[in-house]
C-alpha cells in the first residue's frame, strides 16, 4: 500500500490517504483529447509502464490479482481514506465476482476506514452487496475507451446511466469525479444523488489545460444547490479552490450494526 506523503500529495492523488491495488491493471484504456489537440494517456497506465514496470510485467491492460496485499488495510490502525483502486477498475468487466468480494469483505472488516471506488462501468456496482463504508463513486466519460472516440451523445449516456444507478445504491457517500471538466456537464448533473464531487482541469504530463469558466461556474451552481460538496483539484488555477473546497477531512463513522 502507497501513503501519499506530504511531498507526493499536491502532484498525486490529494484526497485520499492511501492507496491500496489488490486487483491492479485496466482494459478501459481511457484517452482525452487536449484543447491543443493533443492526446492524454491514462495517468495510472502512464505511472505502469514508464515508473513501475516491475509491478506490471505483463503491462498496464493485464489484470492483476495480489492476494497478498488483501489484509494491508487491517494493519492500519488510525481511521483512514483509502483509495481502492488507484491502479485499475475494480468493476471492470475483466475482474472475476469472486475478487471482487473478496476485496469487499476486507472493506467490511477495515470497518474504521472509508474506502473509495471509482469506476466506468457504473452498471456492475449494481451486480454487488456494497459496504457502507465504500465510497461509491464514477468517473466523468473520457474521448475515447477501449481504442474508440466517445460521441458527446455517448458521453451524456454514459453520464446519465451513471446516476441512474449511483440512485439505486444506498452507501453514505455517492461521488463523481469529474477530472477532467471537458465539457458543460452541469445539466446532466441536475437532480443528481451525489453527495460529493471532485472536479479538476485537464492534465497532459506537465501540461494543465482549465476548463471554460462557465462549465465550472454552472457545475457548481447545479451540484451547490442540491448539497453536493465539491473538492477542487490543486490543478484549477483559479482562487475558487480556496473557498469551496469542503470534502470531508474525517472518515465515515459507521453504525456498529453494520460492522462484520
Ligand atoms: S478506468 Fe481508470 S485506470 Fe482504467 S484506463 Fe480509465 S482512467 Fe485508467
Given at each position: 500500500?502507497?501513503?501519499?506523503?506530504?511531498?507526493?500529495?499536491?502532484?498525486?492523488?490529494?484526497?485520499?490517504?492511501?492507496?491500496?491495488?489488490?486487483?491492479?491493471?485496466?482494459?478501459?484504456?481511457?484517452?482525452?483529447?487536449?484543447p491543443d489537440g493533443s492526446i492524454a494517456e491514462c495517468y495510472a497506465e502512464t505511472v505502469a509502464e514508464r515508473v513501475a514496470q516491475a509491478a506490471y510485467p505483463h503491462g498496464f491492460e493485464h489484470h492483476y490479482?495480489?492476494?497478498?496485499?488483501?489484509?494491508?488495510?487491517?494493519?492500519?490502525?488510525?481511521?483512514?481514506?483509502?483509495?481502492?483502486?488507484?491502479?485499475?477498475?475494480?468493476?471492470?468487466?475483466?475482474?472475476?465476482?469472486?475478487?471482487?468480494?473478496?476485496?469487499?469483505?476486507?472493506?467490511?472488516?477495515?470497518?474504521?476506514?472509508?474506502?473509495?471506488?471509482?469506476?466506468?462501468?457504473?452498471?456492475?456496482?449494481?451486480?454487488?452487496?456494497?459496504?457502507?463504508?465504500?465510497?461509491?463513486?464514477?468517473?466523468?466519460?473520457?474521448?475515447?475507451?477501449?481504442?474508440?472516440?466517445?460521441?458527446?451523445?455517448?458521453?451524456?449516456?454514459?453520464?446519465?446511466?451513471?446516476?441512474?444507478?449511483?440512485?439505486?445504491?444506498?452507501?453514505?457517500?455517492?461521488?463523481?469525479?469529474?477530472?477532467?471538466?471537458?465539457?458543460?456537464?452541469?445539466?446532466?448533473?441536475?437532480?443528481?444523488?451525489?453527495?460529493?464531487?471532485?472536479?479538476?482541469?485537464?492534465?497532459?504530463?506537465?501540461?494543465?489545460?482549465?476548463?471554460?469558466?462557465?462549465?465550472?461556474?454552472?457545475?457548481?451552481?447545479?451540484?451547490?444547490?442540491?448539497?453536493?460538496?465539491?473538492?477542487?483539484?490543486?490543478?484549477?488555477?483559479?482562487?475558487?479552490?480556496?473557498?469551496?473546497?469542503?470534502?470531508?477531512?474525517?472518515?465515515i463513522q459507521i453504525p456498529a450494526v453494520s460492522v462484520v
Amino acid at each position: 500500500m502507497n501513503k501519499q506523503f506530504k511531498t507526493v500529495r499536491k502532484r498525486g492523488i490529494e484526497w485520499t490517504d492511501f492507496t491500496w491495488n489488490p486487483v491492479a491493471g485496466c482494459k478501459h484504456s481511457c484517452r482525452w483529447t487536449m484543447p491543443d489537440g493533443s492526446i492524454a494517456e491514462c495517468y495510472a497506465e502512464t505511472v505502469a509502464e514508464r515508473v513501475a514496470q516491475a509491478a506490471y510485467p505483463h503491462g498496464f491492460e493485464h489484470h492483476y490479482w495480489r492476494p497478498e496485499i488483501l489484509d494491508e488495510p487491517l494493519k492500519i490502525k488510525a481511521q483512514s481514506k483509502i483509495f481502492l483502486d488507484s491502479m485499475s477498475d475494480l468493476m471492470g468487466h475483466w475482474v472475476p465476482a469472486e475478487e471482487i468480494e473478496r476485496v469487499f469483505d476486507i472493506c467490511r472488516q477495515a470497518h474504521w476506514h472509508s474506502f473509495q471506488l471509482l469506476t466506468k462501468n457504473a452498471p456492475r456496482l449494481l451486480e454487488f452487496d456494497i459496504p457502507e463504508n465504500v465510497w461509491v463513486g464514477v468517473s466523468a466519460p473520457p474521448s475515447f475507451m477501449f481504442g474508440k472516440p466517445l460521441s458527446a451523445d455517448q458521453q451524456k449516456r454514459m453520464v446519465k446511466r451513471q446516476l441512474e444507478v449511483l440512485r439505486n445504491i444506498r452507501v453514505p457517500i455517492r461521488w463523481m469525479s469529474i477530472e477532467p471538466l471537458s465539457f458543460n456537464i452541469a445539466p446532466l448533473l441536475v437532480d443528481s444523488p451525489l453527495e460529493w464531487a471532485v472536479i479538476g482541469a485537464a492534465t497532459n504530463g506537465p501540461k494543465t489545460y482549465q476548463p471554460e469558466r462557465d462549465w465550472v461556474l454552472n457545475a457548481l451552481k447545479v451540484l451547490k444547490a442540491q448539497g453536493t460538496k465539491i473538492f477542487f483539484k490543486g490543478n484549477l488555477d483559479w482562487p475558487l479552490d480556496k473557498w469551496l473546497e469542503d470534502f470531508p477531512d474525517k472518515p465515515i463513522q459507521i453504525p456498529a450494526v453494520s460492522v462484520v
